[in-house]
């Protein structure tokens, strides 16, 4: 079972960046997205990526603001985030699926433990 562990996080004031990371165990190299969770809402897609290629996915209100990427070398895909507003404020998750894209949350097995992202007005 893969193992997914985030980190980047941290506190930004609005108009600032952050990079968040998500190394996945072992070699298999899957499909990764990340979501995000604000206190009291429902996880939300954020970004995804193709296994085998760059091709990558975004929410709607992340759009144009956030970019996906991935080091197949490393295991490890990152989500550079610029323009972070105080809405963006969120735990973000990496998860991990062995095939497909998807936005869907239901379709991906693996979790890593999240990272708070909190952006100050």
């Known amino acids: 079972q893969v193992q997914l562990v985030e980190s980047g996080g941290g506190l930004v004031t609005a108009g600032g960046s952050l990079r968040l990371s998500c190394a996945a165990s072992?070699?298999?190299?899957?499909?990764m997205g990340w979501f995000r969770q604000a206190p009291g809402k429902d996880r939300d897609f954020v970004a995804a990526?193709?296994?085998?290629?760059?091709?990558?996915l975004y929410g709607d209100s992340v759009k144009g603001r956030f970019t996906m990427s991935r080091d197949n070398a490393k295991n490890t895909v990152y989500l550079q985030m610029n323009s972070l507003q105080p809405d963006d404020t969120a735990v973000y998750y990496c998860?991990?699926?062995?095939?497909?894209?998807?936005?869907?949350?239901?379709?991906?097995?693996?979790w890593g433990q999240g990272t708070q992202v909190t952006v100050s007005s």
């Open positions: 072992g070699r298999t190299r899957y499909a």
């Open positions: 990526i193709r296994a085998r290629s760059s091709t990558t």
């Open positions: 998860a991990a699926r062995l095939l497909g894209i998807s936005r869907s949350i239901g379709d991906y097995p693996y």
